[in-house]
C-alpha cells in the first residue's frame, strides 16, 4: 500500500481502548492488536499468533501480557511469546511485530514505520475531548473508499459549496474564492476569510453583521486542525487579509480534529472532533454543531464511496486538477516525496550494515 | 465486454426519467449519466468528472445543464466542461464522452458505438406503455448474471415447458414442438401454432375451444417484441402453418416487450411490459397477466442466476446445443458477425485517416 | 483444490435426502447433485447440464431418473442423457459424471476420486443417530473458511482449555498435557487421561470423585470419531495409563461423530452429532450435550474465521507448529503423501494406457 510508514496513525479513540480488553484494527494492511493495561500502558503488537496465526485480539489480558485464546500462547509486551502450554521450550524466533503506540490529544496513534524514527514529537497538536479550552464532541465512521481519496476531500473545501448545502449550508464563496495555502515541513495550512455568512454553521452560535476566519493544517499522514472565529465587519481588510488573533474574536471559534486512516487498499476509517471554545458556547452547541457534523460526513462518504466505485470501474483513471486543487497537489507531493526518502532509506540499509 | 456496440440498448423506463433528475447506470461496464431537462430533451454523458473522477449522476441539473455536486464543474450537453468555479480557464481537452440517447416506445435508448453509425431507424419496433392499442403494465428487475445466458433463455421457448409451469402453466408442447424460425436482419423470428391450450396463461381470458398462434422478434441488442392470440380449431391447418391475421383472432391478443441490457460483464436489468390488446381485454386483465408475468421472471431468475454460478466455478466450460437452441446459435452468430465487423472497422479507420 | 480425492467425503445426514428431492452440493469446487430415489437408491451426479450448464438440482426426479428443468433433458442413474425433448438423436457423449454415493452411520457420503479405487470399506466406522447403542442428536454448520483449518482444530484440543471456557468448561489440563498419539493407516489416534474433572463436561452426568478416559480417531479426509468416560480414581494408573474397557466405565460414556467437507477453497459444511451412550444417559441429556455442543461449536468458528481472515491478509503465511501439533503434522503429512501418490497414479494412467 503506497502510504507514508514514517508517521503516526490515529487508531481510535483513547475511550475506546478500555483496561484488559484488546482491539483488533488493520493498519495499512496489517493486522494489528492494541490493548491497556491496568497500569494504563498501551501496547500494541502484530495481530497474529506465530503459531498458527489466529488473532491476538480474541486474545485474553493477564496483567502486562495477552494470551492467544486459541492454544494459549503467552506474549509479552515486547511480542515474544514466553508461555507455550505444555512445552519447556521457547524457540526464540517466537516473536511478533510490536509497534510504538501513544495515547495523546484523546487519540491513540501507532507508528507503523521504522522504529528507530519514531518520534512522539511528530504527533500533530490535535485538540483532545480532554483539553479545557473546548467543548468537543467527537465520532468515527468507516468507509469503502481508499484513504486518499478523503485526504483530497479535506485539502479543498470548494467542496463544501456543493457536497454541504443541505448540512454546513455553505454557499458558493467557498468554491469561488481560493484560500491562502502554505506548506509546512509535514502538511499544508490553507487559511481563508469569509465575507458572506449567510447560510454559514457560524450563524448557528453567531448572529452579528461579521465575517469569518477559518484555518487549517493538514498533516501527515492524514491529519485535519481547524479553527477558526467570527469577526466584526472590516476586520479582514483592516488586516489586510493576514490572520487575526482568535482570541479576539467576536463569536464562535470553535475547534475539529479530523483524522483519516487507511485500513485496507479500499477501506478507510474517519475520527473526527468538534465543538465551541468554552468562552464560545455549550454542550448544547457542541451537541447542534455534531448534528450538523454527522449530516455532512454523510454526505461526504456518499460522494467519495461513489467515486471510488467509478474509479474502480475505470481502465486508466487519470484527474484534471484545477486551481481549486494546490492544497492537494502540495499534499500529495509531500507524501511522494516521503515514501520515496523512506524508500531510499530502505535501500541504504543493508549498505549501512556493512561496517557494523 | 464481448457485445455489439452499434446499437441501441435499453437503459429505463421513459417515466422513471423525470425532468430534472439524473440517472445513473452502468451500460457495458460503462458509468452512463442520462438527464432529462425542462425542455424534455434527453442527454446522455459518460458520468465521471474530469475532475476527480466523482459520478456526474450525483449532480445538479441547471437548465441545459448538469453541475457535478462534488467540486461544481458545470457541463453541457455536449459534454464540455463551461465553468470551474474559481478558475477562468477552462482547458480545452475538458470534456467527457457524450453517448446518442433516445425516447421511444416508453423506453430510453443509448447508442454504446461509433456515433456515425448511429440512426434511430435501428431502435427496434416496440410498443410502449404509451400505445392506444395496447393495455400495458411494465417493470424491470436486475440479474446477477450476464445478459448473454438471459438472450439465450428468451430466445428458447422450449424452458417454458419446465420454468414455469407454476406461472405460465406451460405444457410440454412448447418443449416438444419446433417453432418456424426466420433469420432477420437484426435478429431472429420465431413462430408457432399450439394445438393444446390447456393449462396455458391464454386461457385466463379465452374459454372457448381453439388453438393459439405466438410470434416474437428477438432483435439486436436483446429485444424480444411478441404478439399472439387465440383462432378457432383448424385455423392453423386452414392456413397450412402460415401466420394469421391477428386482426381476425378469436381472443387473448396480447403484446409484450422485452429488454436485456448488460450492465457489466455478470450483472444486467430486464425490462418488460405486458398486457392485452384493447379489444382483447382490460386493465384488469393487464393486472392478472402482469401478476403472472412477475412469478414466470423470478422463476427465469431463479434458474439463470444458478446457472451463471454454475458456469462461474467450471474451469472450460462448453455447452450442447440441441435442436431447439436453432434461434439461439442464429442469434449469437450474428452477434458474433457483429462484434467482428465494428473490429474491422475499428481496424480500418486509422488507414482511412491516411488521406486526410 | 489441495485435497486427497480417493476418499469419501460426507455430503449430508441421510435424513436430509428425502425421496425425489435432489439436493445440491459443492464438493471441493465440483458441484454435486445427489438424490434418493423412491426405491431408496442414491445416485450423485455432476450438477451440471450438458445443454447449457443449469444445474440439475433444480431438476425434477421422475422414477429412477432426473429432469433439468431448464430444457428437459432427461438423465439416468449412470448420468446419460436418456431423452431431449422435442429431438430424436442424443449425442453419444450427452452424459454428466456420476460419482459413487453411499449411506452409513446416518450420513451420504461421496467419492471424489478414481471410480477403480472407490470401495465402502474406506468409509469410517462413524456412529450414526440410528445406532441402538447411543442417543445421539445432530447438527452441522458452514463455515466461510477453508477444511484444512477446521482438521487443524479437531486434531489439536489444547485449543479446549481456551476456546471452550465457556462451553466445555475445559481447564488447563487439555492443554498442558500431551496425549497419546498414534498413526494409523488412514489418520491419527489420540487418546488421553485427564486426572482434573472440575468443570469438565463429563460432570454433566457424572458427579462422583474419577477421572477421565478419552478416545478419537480422526481420519481420512476429516473425519472425528471420539468416544470415553469417567471411571474411579486410579484407573489409569493401575492400567500404567494404557486404554480402559469403557464397557466396565463408571459413567458419562459418550459418542460424538464430526465431519469436515471443503466445499470451495475457502468454505466448508461441519457436520455433528454427539450423545449418551443408552448405559449412560437419555434424551435429556442428549439434549444438554448438544446444547453445549452448539455453544462450543459456534465459539470453533468465531477463532477459525478470524484465523482464516487474518491468513488472507498475510503475504507469505507460516505456522510455527509447537509440540501439540504432533497428530496435526502427522494427519497433514499424510494428506500430502494421499495427494502425491494419487498425483504419481494419475501421470501414471496414459503409460498403463499403451498396452491397452
Chains 1, 2, 3 share one sequence.
Not at 485526504?151 to 464563496?173: C, K, P, R, T, W
Not at 454542550?283 to 471510488?308: H, N, S, V, Y
Request: with cysteine; charged share 20%; glycine share 8%.
Amino acid at each position: 500500500m503506497n502510504y507514508v510508514r514514517n508517521t503516526w496513525y490515529v487508531a481510535g479513540w483513547a475511550q475506546d481502548f478500555a483496561v484488559d480488553k484488546p482491539v483488533g484494527i488493520t493498519l495499512l494492511g496489517e493486522p494489528v492488536v492494541i490493548w491497556r493495561g491496568a497500569d494504563n500502558v498501551l501496547t500494541a503488537l502484530e495481530d497474529r499468533c506465530v503459531h498458527r496465526l489466529a488473532p491476538l485480539s480474541l486474545g485474553r489480558c493477564e496483567g502486562a501480557r495477552l494470551r492467544c485464546m486459541y492454544h494459549g500462547l503467552l506474549y509479552d509486551r515486547q511480542g515474544a511469546v514466553t508461555e507455550i502450554p505444555g512445552q519447556d521450550v521457547i524457540p526464540p524466533h517466537a516473536k511478533v511485530k510490536t509497534y510504538p503506540v501513544c495515547e495523546r490529544h484523546s487519540w491513540v496513534w501507532v507508528w507503523m514505520g521504522d522504529q528507530a524514527a519514531c518520534d512522539t514529537k511528530l504527533i500533530p497538536p490535535a485538540v483532545g475531548y480532554d483539553d479545557p479550552n473546548y467543548i468537543l464532541g467527537h465520532g468515527q465512521m468507516d468507509y469503502a473508499a481508499e484513504a486518499r481519496l478523503i485526504n483530497d476531500n479535506l485539502l479543498d473545501f470548494s467542496h463544501l459549496s456543493y457536497v454541504h448545502i443541505n448540512s454546513f449550508g455553505a454557499n458558493e464563496e467557498w468554491a469561488r474564492q481560493r484560500p491562502k495555502i502554505t506548506p509546512l515541513e509535514n502538511g499544508v495550512r490553507v487559511e481563508r476569510w469569509l465575507q458572506d455568512l449567510s447560510g454559514s454553521t457560524v450563524r448557528v452560535s453567531y448572529s452579528k453583521p461579521g465575517e469569518r476566519y477559518s484555518r487549517y493544517d493538514f498533516l501527515l499522514p492524514g491529519v485535519l486542525l481547524m479553527t477558526g472565529g467570527a469577526f466584526p465587519e472590516g476586520t479582514a481588510e483592516r488586516l489586510g487579509g493576514a490572520a487575526p488573533d482568535l482570541e479576539l474574536a467576536a463569536g464562535a471559534v470553535t475547534f475539529t480534529s479530523q483524522a483519516v486512516t487507511p485500513l485496507t487498499e479500499k477501506t478507510s476509517r474517519y475520527f473526527f472532533s468538534w465543538g465551541p471554545h468554552v468562552k464560545h458556547g455549550d454542550a448544547a452547541l457542541r451537541d447542534t454543531l455534531m448534528g450538523i457534523a454527522g449530516k455532512a460526513f454523510a454526505e461526504d462518504r456518499t460522494m467519495i464511496e461513489a467515486q471510488q466505485r467509478v474509479i474502480d470501474m475505470t481502465p486508466a483513471p487519470r484527474i484534471m486538477p484545477t486551481s481549486a486543487d494546490r492544497a492537494i497537489t502540495l499534499f500529495n507531493q509531500l507524501i511522494a516525496r516521503r515514501i520515496r526518502e523512506e524508500s531510499n532509506l530502505a535501500q541504504a540499509k543493508p549498505a549501512t550494515g556493512w561496517g557494523t
